[in-house]
């Protein structure tokens, strides 16, 4: 007899209670495990191989035609996805690459003006099956027309903007599917600039920036020349995703800590739910923080959108007890937590189905901008004060070829070099790599939108793209802990059509930061160079811009990267080669430069003597543009950026390593002037100073003097003892040097803690104050061979040489240069230093680590050569490690050139 049919309702109580109290159990054994089944979306799928490309003018088909799996796409180029139109022309070899000697003259400038089709096939999984498929773009140049079997999915316009396109009706999973895009250039490319000693560097920029959110400095800038395609292609991923009817959208999380305490946080996550269908759907906004969780359950109407937030108020465990700290660099950790979002619909009782996920990666941090008694805008993170020094990003690399390992290793570098900040000049520098690494290695970002200084273009005309790009590179990238500010201009106030727009949307899209208006105006934001080499105390003078936005030199890089970047013809004549390097007449006062170095150091022999000055040039400009700074931090100085960290192209201006990753003397100088604590010279007043950039003070310290003669004897010495004060300059008195010096003498100072640990150490070369400006006694140096022993380490996927160096002589070994290569004698490049250009006194002894890919050495023992002013070292072999002189770089291994400027057959 079967329960429904019986007409006994004891019966059926009884019967019911019987089969209850024996499923119950296993009910209760598998609501966990049924709850807890979430079945994962699809993964994304990159689209990066497989696209091909040709002109616009030479295919005459439509849009539709060409994403038809019928079309023949014969005698098209195979294309770099993601990349630029040239870099794959380059890769493809109908082009040499622009960025060596004059090779940029051979390329046309009509790629500037031409657009392109660009054409894939692609396999849609099968796992899609049942979801919503979407093509994801996430950043062309400048508009695209995009069509997926036939049919047009979209349009995407400026180069800072997602295409995000819904393609379910047009592909079926497990089947090919064909994407095309048309990619038109930006409107206005301009006049090409070219660099020439005749004409020197030329105007920045020009009518490009009318198109507003584009590469417009690649019309052409003086430090760099102009990029033939400007550009123009498909320069971020391309990729697949898939998710259910709802998809969340536009996550934001913000923290909020009770300073001056930081042991608790209040955490903010706000996000935006699409129902993408034509049904309404119940489900529930789902997050988690680590084992902190929380939900809510949203119904949505079909087509329409909602916003929902979750705050420490509605959601008690939003408030964190000790939270882990996200610090710039040198201040702290650098800790990461990941928000995990996701939209999830009931199917059964037990049973869950995710429409869609993100992950969020942010910070527990907090920004303020002003100090009480200043008007001068400083950075405080966490309640700790940070005294800014910086570098500014024209752009990361010419072509726009960055791929997250050369992204990697340029921040890094930042990041030995003690700096904290990088300036992301116009936003030209914008990809998810580079927010990421930045929030890695604890480098603030001042992050700016797309427009330059008044005199170098016109205002955008189109308004609503322009806002319509800002608005997206705000929603996509404010979760990053290390963005400190948004700035809408180069040099200049908006026009109030866009800035009150930005005003509104930033006070409703991202209200915890700073809008600044200009990089150069108010509380004390001053830009404006000067940007040449100057003595290093003409770097003490500050008038009113305490927060400096921009200020350089000329930076000579290395031999061998000079060797790497133009043919052998072109070594040892000043030539148009040069100037395409931006060594010309403009800003860099690179015209007056071989005077003033010759003059300073003595007239050049030939390159390498050029070089050998040049270093010397280099560590004395750049140490003293940060240390000028260092000398009045905070009072009432708060930052120092130069004017430029990062190279673009291969340059001889403006710089702290070269488009090769080797890094020159100049980038040495700020690792040292730009210590959390340092012990300096103030170069202006004569001033011996302790900076102590740190919250605690820096107490019961050893600060010793010593003074040299050009001789190597030891003129004077002294030690005073000292505490100095937290996030300040300490005088500790003038330094008194002996009389009776010689025309050039050597300053070394060392700070040593409490226990007698040496903590910081620097060197000069100065002369009598009666000609100051001249040093060519450094000539009478003897060469000194210095001893070396090497050790090397292979420690996983990366190796390790140390070098011990050991001065046996009684002269100052000035400026040894270590580097490193593989045994077969090319550079090892990237490679990491924790010193270089360093300076022995007799009998001193340093040791140095040097950390690259064991891959990059190919199978090869290391050998580290030596160079410097007036070093050499004896040669010796070390298991895995050599160490040898460098000869190349010797002035005497070359012929007596002058190293002249060439007066004819000039462009």
Same mark, same amino acid.
């Given at each position: ?17 019987? !089969? ?55 005698? @098209?180029?195979?294309? $770099? ?75 995407? /316009? ?5 295409? =995000?396109?819904?393609? $379910? ?40 920036? #009318? ?91 079909? +087509? ?19 939270? /882990?700290? @996200? ?83 340029? =921040? ?9 900040? =990088? ?110 080499? /100057? ?45 395409? +390097? ?96 340092? =012990? ?26 010593? #003074? ?14 000292? $505490? ?8 500790? *008195? ?90 077969? *004698? ?13 300076? !022995? ?8 680590? #040097? ?57």
């Amino acid at each position: 007899m079967s329960l429904r049919n019986s007409g006994d309702p004891a019966l059926k109580n009884r019967i019911g209670r019987v !089969l209850f109290s024996l499923l119950a159990p296993v009910a209760a054994l598998l609501a966990p495990v049924c709850a807890a089944a979430r079945p994962s979306l699809p993964q994304p799928v990159a689209l990066s191989t497989g696209w091909q490309l040709q002109y616009a003018a030479k295919t005459p088909a439509s849009g539709a035609q060409i994403s038809s799996a019928g079309f023949n796409p014969s005698g @098209w180029y195979a294309a $770099t996805v993601p990349g630029t139109v040239l870099t794959s022309l380059v890769n493809d070899h109908v082009y040499p690459d622009p960025l060596y000697g004059e090779n940029i003259l051979q390329i046309p400038e009509s790629l500037a003006h031409s657009s392109y089709w660009y054409r894939t096939v692609i396999a849609v999984p099968k796992s899609y099956k049942n979801h919503r498929v979407w093509l994801n773009f996430e950043g062309i140049n400048f508009s695209a027309d995009v069509w997926v079997n036939g049919v047009q999915a979209g349009t995407i /316009r400026g180069a800072f903007i997602r295409g =995000i396109f819904d393609i $379910t009706a047009d592909v079926k999973p497990g089947k090919p599917a064909v994407v095309a895009v048309l990619i038109a250039p930006q409107p206005h490319p301009g006049a090409p600039h070219v660099h020439t000693l005749r004409a020197g560097i030329g105007p920045n920029g020009g009518i490009s920036a #009318i198109d507003g959110p584009t590469f417009f400095s690649t019309i052409g800038w003086d430090w760099l020349p102009t990029i033939p395609d400007r550009d123009t292609g498909i320069w971020q991923k391309v990729y697949l995703s898939a998710t259910g009817p709802v998809v969340v959208k536009n996550p934001y999380v913000t923290t909020d800590l009770p300073l001056p305490r930081t042991d608790s946080a209040d955490v903010t996550v706000q996000a935006t739910v699409e129902n993408v269908s034509g049904k309404q759907v119940k489900g529930e906004l789902r997050g988690s923080i680590g084992n902190i969780a929380f939900k809510r359950i949203v119904v949505l109407a079909p +087509h329409s959108t909602q916003s929902v937030t979750f705050d420490a108020k509605n959601t008690p465990q939003l408030h964190m007890e000790h939270p /882990r700290l @996200w610090w710039p660099n040198g201040y702290g950790a650098q800790n990461l937590y990941t928000l995990h979002l996701s939209f999830e619909t009931r199917r059964a009782i037990f049973w869950r189905e995710v429409s869609d996920a993100q992950n969020v990666s942010f910070g527990v941090r907090q920004i303020t901008y002003s100090v009480p008694g200043s008007n001068t805008l400083t950075i405080s993170v966490n309640g700790v004060p940070i005294f800014i020094r910086g570098g500014d990003w024209g752009l990361d690399e010419a072509l726009k070829r960055i791929p997250r390992a050369r992204l990697d290793v340029l =921040i890094h570098l930042h990041q030995l070099a003690h700096l904290n900040l =990088i300036r992301n000049w116009v936003g030209q520098s914008t990809s998810e790599d580079f927010y990421n690494l930045t929030d890695k290695y604890g480098i603030l970002v001042w992050d700016e939108f797309f427009q330059p200084n008044p005199s170098d273009g016109p205002d955008p005309d189109d308004v609503s793209t322009y806002l319509a790009n800002v608005r997206d590179k705000i929603l996509r990238f404010r979760n990053h802990p290390s963005i400190v500010l948004w700035c809408a201009r180069n040099e200049g106030n908006p026009p109030p059509e866009i800035d009150a727009p930005l005003r509104k949307m930033l006070a409703n899209l991202d209200p915890s930061r700073l809008y600044q208006p200009s990089s150069t105006s108010g509380h004390g934001v001053r830009s404006h160079g000067p940007y040449d080499w /100057r003595r290093p105390r003409d770097f003490y003078k500050i008038d009113g811009d305490y927060f400096k936005t921009e200020t350089g030199s000329v930076s000579i890089p290395t031999l061998e990267s000079i060797e790497a970047m133009m043919p052998r013809e072109d070594w040892n004549t000043i030539n148009d080669d040069w100037a395409e +390097h931006d060594f010309a007449r403009g800003n860099s006062g690179a015209q007056d430069y071989p005077a003033e170095i010759a003059a300073r150091y003595g007239p050049f022999r030939n390159l390498a003597d050029f070089v050998r000055k040049a270093q010397l040039a280099n560590y004395e400009a750049f140490r003293a543009m940060y240390e000028g700074r260092n000398a009045e931090m905070f009072h009432p100085t708060t930052a120092v950026i130069t004017w430029m960290s990062n190279p673009a192209h291969p340059s001889f201006v403006w710089q702290i390593y070269d488009y090769d990753y080797e890094p020159m003397s100049s980038y040495f100088a700020v690792m040292h002037a730009s210590e959390l604590v340092h =012990i300096q010279f103030n170069q202006a007043n004569g001033e011996l100073q302790v900076i102590d950039n740190l919250p605690t003070p820096v107490s019961d310290a050893t600060a010793q003097v010593s #003074i040299y003669d050009l001789d190597g004897s030891l003129a004077a010495q002294h030690q005073t003892k000292f $505490t100095a004060a937290p996030e300040a300059a300490t005088d500790l *008195g003038p330094v008194k040097f002996p009389a009776g010096l010689s025309a050039v003498y050597f300053l070394q100072l060392d700070l040593r803690d409490s226990a007698g640990k040496l903590v910081s150490s620097n060197f000069y070369w100065l002369a009598q104050p009666d000609h100051r400006g001249n040093l060519t006694a450094l000539n009478q140096l003897p060469m000194v061979t210095l001893e070396a022993k090497a050790e090397c380490k292979d420690e996983g996927g990366e190796r390790v040489v140390t070098v011990t160096l050991h001065n046996p002589s009684r002269n100052i070994a000035l400026m040894a240069h270590l580097q490193l290569r593989r045994k077969s *004698g090319q550079r090892v490049l990237p490679a990491f230093y924790s010193d270089n250009y360093v300076s !022995l006194v007799p009998n001193q002894t340093e040791t140095i680590t #040097i950390k690259a890919a064991r891959s990059d050495f190919k199978g090869e023992d290391a050998l580290v050569v030596f160079d410097g002013w007036n070093v050499t070292v004896a040669p010796a072999a070390f298991d895995g490690v050599a160490v040898a002189p460098n000869v190349d770089a010797q002035p005497d291994h070359w012929p007596d050139t002058g190293l002249p400027y060439r007066t004819s057959d000039l462009h």
